[in-house]
């Protein structure tokens, strides 16, 4: 089992940055992929930056590349979800995942992981 606490959400202006942390605990070394995934009121869950636990290597969805920046403390068992330029339509409910299954291909599917956290609310007001 893995454990993953999620915290830096709040409240900001549009253009403005946060960054969102998630510890893990348990059996982490068995991780091969952590992602951020986010949800919106009515909407559902969507894939939003998955890193690579042993190479570091990253991915991102389109409406966030060049904007937020997913990386990784190994020695703490901590990621990190850097949020730069921040838009209202970032608003949502962030939730840190942990995959400790190997698949080929992106970590982009929320079906990937089995480990998640609790969430944390970002809010961006324009």
């Known amino acids: 089992q893995v454990q993953l606490v999620e915290s830096g959400g709040g409240l900001v202006q549009a253009g403005g940055s946060l960054r969102l942390s998630c510890a893990a605990s348990?059996?982490?070394?068995?991780?091969?992929?952590m992602g951020w995934f986010r949800q919106a009121p009515g909407t559902e869950r969507e894939f939003v930056a998955t890193?690579?636990?042993?190479?570091?290597?990253?991915y991102y969805a389109g409406s966030v590349k060049g904007r937020f920046t997913f990386s990784r403390d190994n020695t703490k068992n901590t990621v990190y979800l850097q949020m730069n330029s921040l838009k209202p339509e970032d608003t949502a409910v962030y939730y840190c995942?942990?995959?400790?299954?190997?698949?080929?291909?992106?970590?982009?599917?929320?079906?990937?992981?089995?480990?998640w956290g609790q969430g944390t609310q970002v809010t961006v007001s324009s």
């Open positions: 348990g059996r982490t070394f068995s991780t091969y992929a």
């Open positions: 995942s942990a995959s400790g299954t190997y698949y080929s291909g992106i970590y982009s599917s929320r079906n990937k992981y089995e480990y």
């Open positions: 890193i690579t636990w042993s190479s570091g290597n990253t």
